[in-house]
């Protein structure tokens, strides 16, 4: 064997221990169970999309996932316990925009405004504006045409929250007169009250009103989404009818900066495996929400951002923050 | 037919027999431990029932639901700890008699009751499930304000003390339901910044406090009152007398829970409440309630259990649930690709008819279950208080921490504990607090969702026939006393007068 | 109905839940010298009444963009109003219901609540088995069991079960004192 491929073959034992021994670095992570932190009780949407995720990804990070469902203050109780947690990535949040809501009115406690670190967002869902079977406005121009004559009621969740945000938002965004907005508990109660013509709009998930869609019972106008959605192919986008406006439920997993750059790398690259796997890609579809809601750090980082920024001036614009 | 028989035929094949006593199994034990309730148990194994067959999959959390409000009286009568909210109206009467030596007559009551009225449910989901779906949406926030105010008209019959004490325990339940974030305008009421507050008070920990922990503190107190052992009777089962006592308040419930479970913003818990004040209201024997009436287990178990079949009403005819263990249900269809709406009926039949044939099965499952169970857990009641007390604080610790993983509501439990105790001390019956509680938030937010859907202007109310409807009913209600005593009165003067003549 | 001069079976059942309720304490009117405990009760019921009227005069404002015309506030006064009233006829009618008789506090009432403390002390430190030992044995001795081994071996398997059934079975968290939190 001549010398230099001894030294060659020396060369390359030496990369595969180096190899070897960087690969058991990050071996050592997860070491052990993962806690998903959130901030809905077991069995809210929130919830079910965690355990969802869950199913396809102990093969995918080699850890068992367990969910920690901390309820309370629109998620500041879960920025608490999170915040209590050591920063070693074995602690993940997943996140709505109620969070970031709760960041910019500054409930979350020790988590401030950019201490967010965005891991892959899991769904997202385009809010629709929808209006009851028996109302008088059948198409888009109809509903903007008689809300720029008088204010109209919209169904949302509670004051504050994001759809109510939306609302005022695409108010503002038409140029329409100031929406009466009635809160109610949750999706299927404002799907009731639209059938039952107490409301004259909402803006909701697909989903949620789904049998209501395909039973006649409901129409949806316009779709606040950059594309038109598949299931409802019919309805325009805000943009094609000249409001420039993207509203969306949205969901995502996050740690808490301070977390290694490389664990959150691996959380990462595991969390996007299972979430792309069949179980999860099936949830995502029988709930109507696309198949690209799945994205990776940079992404949902980015969208992160750009909701802190719209939400602040909305907050703002509400006097809801001072 | 076809469907229905193909649906039916489900219940000769071994695996989903095997499928369904599982799920009833599960459900009867989770519903007894205070910690774990239908929902919570529906909601953690639904990513199993992904990988089971759709019928298999639902038929399996539908046993669950079934069973585990069945399950919740068990633990409500044997320790005064409702195993789930559902079961807070069966502790009022079931666990005086089984602290009288009756436990096992009061357990065979509430699975006897629990399975006609969850029995009759299905039946009325089989029959009539997209016709009567659509009464949900003739509901809306003015006419679920007038139910409440009906619901909490009648405060002053619940519980064993004078009325007016009643209405004051129900009022302060009212007031403890605007604990937290205002759903109208976003602000944090009383939570004086505890954000495990900010989501209101959960029902769980107050009812362990309430129930539970003032008993245990009523206990304290009779130590050295050394109880007459009454256990000998502890494992009988009811007798046919009892069944036919029970038959009027069995039959109106049955149908009371089922209407309240159709209605999407109601449920067991509710559907039990308002029995039990009806079953009160309708019986011969109103003394005994508060004291360990049979028929105060009878009408609030048939009604919880019949509301679970109500609930599926609008869930499978409508995909809106009724209540959290559907919102689970729902979940669990739509993964499976089964879209819920009225067109469900005519595309899956097949499907349906299974859903409906495990309901049937688990509630017929859980009478044999609960007949022999109940002889055995009896023998709880024969435990010496010194042993049964401080276990009953751990499952009760561990109840209020398990939903919401929060010690916040621990002290809650605690607190409620006390303050159950001061109550009764004092002659306030806590029953009240539990009504005013649940239908209390349900005032204040339909209030003002009406006032804005009506543009501030309250005489709207009065054009509405449901509304109108409710508010008759309830002041006849209240008024029912006073006018029975004046056409008593009326009656009797006009008897003398023909007398005289 | 508040006229009512006889005793109602109601009422006699309100006392019969603290154990009274013999014929000795059933008899009408006012006695001379002692209040009527209702009186005593209603104005205690006002006065936290008004206490907790403070507290809703420090809710936050809300935006006038969000203000939909009843204030956070506006319910619960309303509430408060009503205990108020309530608690005034309680008072006021007192005197047309029979007397209670309350029995002094017991002190192992006293003993126990302090001991409910304790369990929350031990939750603290050693978590939900911390409870389970304070609660079974302690309360257990506290309440008269002398059966130190019955007792302990109870705590055990409510402990092992515990764990078994919650944080094995259906992966719900129990309880984690200060102790688990360090050595996790």
Redesign the interface.
Known sequence: MPAHQKTCLALGFGLAVLAAGAVRAQEAFPSKPIEVVTHAGVGGGTDITARMMMVQAPAALKTELVVANKTGGSGSASFGYAVSRPKDGHTIMLITQTHLLTLLQGKGGAVKVGDLVGIARATEDPQVLMVGANSPYKTAQDFIAAAKTKSLKFGTTQIGSVDHIAVVGFAEKAGLWKPIVVPFRGGGDIVVNLVGGNLDGALLNYAEAESQIKANEVRALIVFAKNKMDSLPQTPTAAEIGIPAVYSTTRGFAVLKGTPEDRIKVLEEGLVKSMQGKIYQDYLKSSGQSAGSVVGRADWQAEIDEFLKTGDAALVSLGIKK | MDAFLAGMAILADPYMVGIILAGTVLGVIVGALPGLSGSTTAALLLPITITMSPVAGIAFLGAIYCAANFGGSITAILINTPGDPSASATAYDGYPMARRGEAGRALGMSTIASAIGGIFSVFVLIVAAPLLAKAAYSFGPPEYFALAIFGLSMLAAVGSSTGIKNLMVGAFGVLLATIGLDLMTGVDRFTFGVPELSEGLGLVPVLTGLFAISELLVQAGRLQIIPERLGLNAMKLPSMADYRKCAKAIGLSSVLGTFIGILPALGATTAALISYNETRRWSKYKDEFGKGSIEGIAGPEAANNAAVGGSMVPTLALGIPGSATTAIILAGLIVQGVRPGPHLFNEQPALLYAVFASMLASNLMYVVLGLFAAKLFARITLIPDAILWPGVLVFAIVGAYGPNQSLVDVWVMLGFGVIGYVMRRYGFSPAPLVMGLVLGTMVEETLKQSLLIFDHNWLLFFTRPIVVALFVVTALSVCAPWLARAIRGATKSARLRAAEK | ??TRQLP????T???S???GGDETSTTAGPAPGRVH??IV?GLV?IALCLA?WG??LA??D????????????T??RL??G??IA??C??AL?ASN?CR?E?EA??P??Y???AA?GG??AA?AVFG?HG??VA??I???RL???RRLP??AT?AVG?SLS?HF??VRG??????RGLLQTWLS
């Open positions: 109905m508040t109602s079976p109601t009422t059942l309100a006392a839940t603290t154990e405990p209702d009760t019921i907790v507290v809703t809710f936050d809300v935006p006038a963009a969000i203000s939909t015309g009843m204030g956070p506030e319910f619960p509430v408060l009503v205990i309530l608690s006829w309680l009618t219901r209670p309350i506090v017991h192992m009432i003993a126990t609540a409910l369990v929350m939750m939900i409870a389970v609660s079974v302690g309360i257990g309440w008269g069991e019955l007792l109870i409510m515990l059934a919650f259906f992966g719900i968290g129990l309880p």
